[in-house]
């Protein structure tokens, strides 16, 4: 065709010959397009196929779900045997392993179809499945049986989805045991239950009215009430909120933010030129003496460690380990020390729950200093994670579709004064929100927040009210509040200005009902996590996701719909609270950073491919960055001291707009001496001059709790 259209150019018009070419270049294209379908089997079998996908439209998947699952039968049968793995359900429901049963005594079977009656000759019950699995099971024209390939991937599909919800219980398990088995009995929650309450801030102390089940939903009943009540008075002269009053959609103006003043510019400038050049190592070594959160490891027996120098030997492997640095690349840059020495030490005289007794004495520390008063009063705590890149080849490495790369979480709990109060090593496909709550109750420090800020992950209805029943005040950055449902107090509430809000009206109506039905359960779950019988990472992950047969999760859903309903109007019509949770997000991303400019060994690719020496690495290096913030809150102070002699006025809300997070002054690189380790320095002064009242007085009045005198 390329020879015709060349002889006749030049004996046709143009016209003649565009379209002799365009004929060429359409026999080509499709000379390619039939030799790809034939590498594909020809088209008789893609026109199959597209036949196949288009008989089952209406998203009705489930029928060619066994074409990807079938090459790994003989795998799922051979798991759900016994002698592997014991299923039992957690309730009477039984449903689903009574079709897993039926399944087993067919797993010979090969023809296409099978009986759908049991050995007693009862029909298998599978009443559980959905419409379209019911659908792909079931054959009309073969009354009495069952499609084999579609039942049994029904079977193992609602088997799984059972299990993750916690409906079906593995015996013998740890992570997928009986949760319910971990709860206390009510009789043994009922003898403490009256001091939880008071602890936790749902009753005071003294009070004569029994808190029962009716207590309980009145409260939540007031709580939703007045939030809402004064939403709806404050909303005429609420400048920051517009609600469309034919979709019901919120919408906030945009809020400039203040600028530094130049005061605090000039604050700022000032400490940062006089911050004394420090070493890392120096640093660690300093701390050592002062806290000495050094004496919290040693040895598993728990006797004295037999090293020469066990401060020194301590404080050099914190500084390698919370670098994440290797302990023989470290030994080439650490004059005295083999990698074989910093390496035993660290894994056999440094644990998990040492190094977290470590990082509470930093903790502890810190908050004893004057000067954390000017970044807050730790009542307020910020919860974020950030990616960590780690090798391929371990249990706990997956691809994060949030962070794009494979790799884990470092998941971290900040207090409002920059401290790290927490922090976890978590997978990339776990829900981050089950952690929220972990941290808190696993934090041993003096320091102990009652409010809870988090990203978006914190949204989940089971967060909210396992938040409440343990006294914390859960208020997350929202971002895509304009989706979320509001709930009514009942079918008969309406409000004046912001009933759009709460949509149709009758609808979107907590079953209040249902809350106190099921109030024991309540009280037994909250306690039992409180007294660690039962962890709440355990727990959120089995009410992640409604299961029918779950009243638990059913119970938690509705508590967490009044509870988020709650601090939805309170964000909407509180620009102050917003902009306190977005300082306090703000914050905990920074630590990210700083965190990760601190771990700079290895690229910052966390070496290890062991679970818990990565729970380790993460440990140290919170460890490192909490001393590289103490020390750097001493250094400020310091200097305040000297502007203060030098006759500066130091405004309190100036110094609160300096971040600790200072790194211009650290020296991470080069020849790392061992010299300051066998220098003890003097005391730390941990009193500053400087009168930090009126930023609570601020606090108190922003929150709502007080006025200015």
Known sequence: MDEVATRLEGRVSPAVLALVKAQVLQADGFGAVTRAVEGFGGFAKQYEQIEKVSAHHANFWE?????????????MFDLADN?????????????????????????????????????????????????NWRKAVVDKTRTGQFVRKHFEAMVFTALAEERRTGDVAVVGSEEYADWSEQLLAWEVVQETLGSYLVEVGLAEAGESTDFDATFFRRQLEDKLRGAAAAADAGYPENDGLVIDLETGIPSLKAHRADGQRPSAKRLEQEIKARMPERSLMGIVARTAYWVEWWRRFGP?????PKLTDPLGRYVIVTFVKGTNMGPYEAARHIPGVSGHELSYVANKHFSIVLLNEAIADLVNAHARLDISQAWGDGTAVAADSTHMDTYLDNLLSETSVRYGKPGGIAYHHVSDTYIALFTHFIPCGVWEAVYIIEGLLKNTSEVQPTTVHADTQGQ??????????????????????????????????????????????????????????????????????????????????????????NATYA????????????????????????????????????????????GF??????ADNDPIEQEKAMKFNALLTNMVIFHNALDIAEIIRQLLEEGW??????????????????NRFGEYSTHELGIQPEAYDPKLDVDFTPLREQSLIAAGLGQAA
């Open 63 to 75: 029928v060619l779900l066994y074409g990807q699952i079938g090459r790994d039968r003989a795998v």
């Open 83 to 131: 002698d592997k793995l014991k299923f039992t359900a957690i309730s009477e429901d039984s449903r689903v392993l009574d079709a897993l049963a039926h399944a087993q005594r067919h797993q010979a079977a090969r023809g296409e179809y099978i009986t759908a009656f049991n050995e007693e000759g009862k029909e298998v019950d599978i009443s559980f499945a959905t419409q």
């Open 300 to 304: 598993p027996s728990g006797n004295e």
């Open 460 to 549: 989940s209805f089971p967060v909210f009210a396992l938040a409440h029943l343990l006294g914390f005040d859960l208020m997350p950055r929202i971002r895509n509040w304009k989706e979320l449902t509001f709930y009514r107090l009942s079918k008969q509430t309406e409000y004046v200005h912001i009933d759009a809000l709460f949509g149709e009206p009758g609808k979107n109506v907590i079953d209040f009902d249902l809350i106190e039905s099921q109030f024991r359960h309540l009280m037994r779950v909250a306690v039992s996590v409180r007294e660690g019988t039962i962890s709440s990472s355990t727990l959120l992950k089995r009410l992640r996701s409604g299961s029918r047969k």
């Open 555 to 598: 119970a938690f859903r509705e508590v967490g719909r009044v509870i988020r309903t709650v601090q939805l109007l309170r964000y909407l019509s509180d620009a102050p609270l917003r902009r306190r949770v977005t300082a306090a997000t703000n914050k905990v991303e920074s630590f990210n950073r700083f965190s990760q400019w601190i």
């Open 601 to 606: 060994g290895n690229r910052g690719v966390i």
């Open 649 to 666: 006025e130091i405004d309190p809300e100036d110094l609160a707009h300096i971040s600790p997070y200072l790194t211009e002054h650290v």
